[in-house]
């Protein structure tokens, strides 16, 4: 059984930075020809990706974290970070890890059988 634990999350003023972390234990088929990354989801709104890594290793980012936020990740450990620096208040949402079941992960992650419990991130003044 594939259990993925996200951590890292928290309250921080604009500007600030966190560092969230996932760790990913279970087998997972085909580890390394599948994507990974990280996604959120705002209240009311639907969960949308933040950064994920192809099968080949491209990293791909949303437009609205590009050049704040840095994913890193190691498949062999199952593990994932996301350095979010320059925090905004509009990346207040829960965060989640997951590894896709493709080369490429997808803009939302529907239908993606490996969540975790998310780790809530909140950016306010």
């Known amino acids: 059984q594939v259990q993925l634990v996200e951590s890292g999350g928290g309250l921080v003023q604009p500007g600030e930075s966190l560092t969230l972390a996932c760790q990913g234990s279970?087998?997972?088929?085909?580890?390394?020809?599948?994507?990974m990354g990280w996604y959120r989801q705002a209240p009311g709104m639907q969960r949308e990706y933040v950064a994920t890594?192809?099968?080949?290793?491209?990293?791909l980012y949303s437009d609205s974290v590009r050049g704040r936020f840095t994913f890193s990740g190691d498949k062999a450990s199952k593990t994932m970070f996301l350095q979010m620096d320059n925090l905004k208040p509009e990346d207040t949402a829960v965060y989640y890890c997951?590894?896709?079941?493709?080369?490429?992960?997808?803009?939302?992650?529907?239908?993606?059988?490996?969540w975790g419990q998310g780790t809530q991130v909140t950016v306010s003044s």
């Open positions: 890594v192809t099968s080949g290793g491209t990293i």
């Open positions: 279970g087998s997972i088929d085909n580890i390394y020809a599948i994507g």
């Open positions: 997951t590894f896709c079941p493709g080369s490429v992960c997808s803009r939302t992650g529907a239908h993606y059988p490996y």
